[in-house]
């Protein structure tokens, strides 16, 4: 199966964008590898010519294809081995059982130290890919302390989780804080009544040209219509919990009136539970001045390859498209069941922004990064709304070499986004200067 053939997917906030490679890509023939149970799968990538690689790049995402994510050529052609890998929920998020989701990495991480010459292992973690890597290596260095505890909404139980290897670096790839947190807590519409799509309070309705909706550019909120905002979706959120407990409960133990084992678990106007548009309520999607500059200077790395630091303005547009997704079935509502909402999509919090009890859900990277020590790479796309949370996540954490630059003009991807261009070709150079940089990072460590 030759590289030039392979049908690609790259998955984040539910986000799918997908191309076949070029020939520009196909400098590595990659090579199919079957893990257990069937649905875990992998596919190897090595360098063409140069010498044998020393490290190898594992990277998956909860539920997304990666076996021909573009990071599997671009590492290959700059002398890495790198495993794409699917996980046994591939594109299957109503079942998901997010604990299991270590055991498929520890798949990865075992079968490349393996291979001959690899000595040492990096975990890419690329949108949602970022806390499944995250959470296998806080659980490697902490043991399953990590995930159990009583602030957890859903401990983890799985034995296999006891003693995983731990790898040797990771790289985050404009990570967010948490599927929890951005699929839900930020996505939901907290103007729901009852849980009744079509039921709304206009007060709090994000898509209401009186709280500052604009139908056609970037909208403008007050500062007091997004804390109302901000708090509405964490009591929502904490709603949401408070009813799939209950269930949970009865449902272990063995009193639940429909079925034993588990229920469906519908959340209307709350992101997309399918591979597709970002469907949501987000406000930073529909407002770009929320968030939209670094709190301190940072690194930046500009389109010509040069690195300043300074506070840096994101160059992300709005999306007022997204209404007519939120109020929708296919593109607006959750399909969960009880436990895979509670397991992959909960987290309790006061406030949407900044009230979140990060370590109430092991689907966290807040929480993971406070229990990493080997170094650790941050980097976040200039032209997406995740850079502020990328700069959060390297203010918690605690590796003492760690590192945080941001990619100017980049989409989430790391490709050129050309709807934040000002002239044809502005950000042209991102994907290249992204790449070079991870390379660069990864062999003066390693």
Not at 174 to 197: F, K, Q, S
Not at 310 to 324: A, T
Not at 403 to 426: N, S
Request: proline share 7%.
């Amino acid at each position: 199966m030759k590289a030039k053939n392979v049908f690609s997917v790259f998955v984040g906030i539910g986000l799918v964008i997908a191309v076949c490679a070029s020939e520009s890509f196909s400098q590595s023939n990659p090579r199919f590898i079957q893990f257990s149970p069937g649905t875990v799968k992998g596919a190897l990538y090595t360098p063409d010519s140069g010498p044998a690689p020393h490290v190898g790049v594992v990277l998956m995402h909860p539920l997304a294809s990666y076996l021909s994510h573009r990071a599997c050529t671009e590492l290959s052609k700059r002398g890495f081995m790198v495993l794409g890998m699917n996980s046994r929920f591939d594109n299957n998020v109503t079942n998901i059982w997010w604990e299991e989701i270590a055991l498929d990495v520890r798949q990865g991480v075992d079968f490349l130290r393996k291979q001959p010459g690899i000595t040492k292992v990096v975990l890419l973690g690329h949108s949602g890919g970022s806390p499944t890597m995250t959470f296998y290596q806080a659980i490697a260095e902490k043991g399953m302390a990590y995930c159990q505890g009583a602030n957890k909404i859903i401990p983890c139980t799985d034995p296999g989780l006891k003693s995983l290897p731990p790898a040797d670096g990771v790289v985050l790839m404009d990570a967010h804080p948490g599927n929890p947190i951005i699929g839900t807590l930020r996505a939901n519409n907290p103007a729901i009544i009852n849980e009744t799509a079509n039921l709304l309070d206009p007060s709090l309705d994000p898509f209401n040209p009186a709280n500052g909706y604009n139908p056609n550019g970037p909208s403008k909120y007050s500062e007091e219509f997004k804390a109302r905002y901000f708090k509405a979706q964490a009591d929502r959120m904490n709603r949401l919990i408070a009813q799939a407990l209950e269930k949970w409960k009865k449902i272990q133990a063995g009193t639940y009136d429909r079925y034993p084992d588990d229920d469906i678990f519908v959340i209307p106007s709350a992101g997309t539970s399918r591979p597709g548009p970002p469907g949501s309520a987000t406000l930073s999607l529909l407002d770009p001045s929320i968030e939209a500059t670094t709190a301190q200077p940072r690194k930046l790395l500009k389109n010509d390859g040069t690195i300043v630091t300074q506070v840096v303005e994101n160059v992300k547009v709005g999306d007022p498209n997204i209404k007519k997704e939120s109020a929708g079935f296919r593109d607006g509502a959750k399909i969960f069941t009880v436990k895979s909402f509670l397991s992959y999509n909960a987290i309790r919090a006061t406030d949407s922004q900044t009230g979140i009890d990060w370590c109430s859900s092991n689907n966290s990277n807040p929480c993971a990064l406070q229990s990493i020590s080997v170094p650790v790479l941050i980097t976040a796309a200039g032209g997406f709304y995740l850079m502020r949370d990328n700069e959060s996540l390297y203010e918690v954490a605690v590796s003492r070499d760690k590192d945080f630059i941001i990619i100017e003009g980049a989409d989430h991807q790391m490709m050129p986004c050309k709807p934040c261009e000002k002239t044809p070709g502005q950000y042209s150079n991102a994907n290249k200067n992204f790449y070079d940089y991870v390379a660069k990072w990864i062999t003066t460590r390693f």
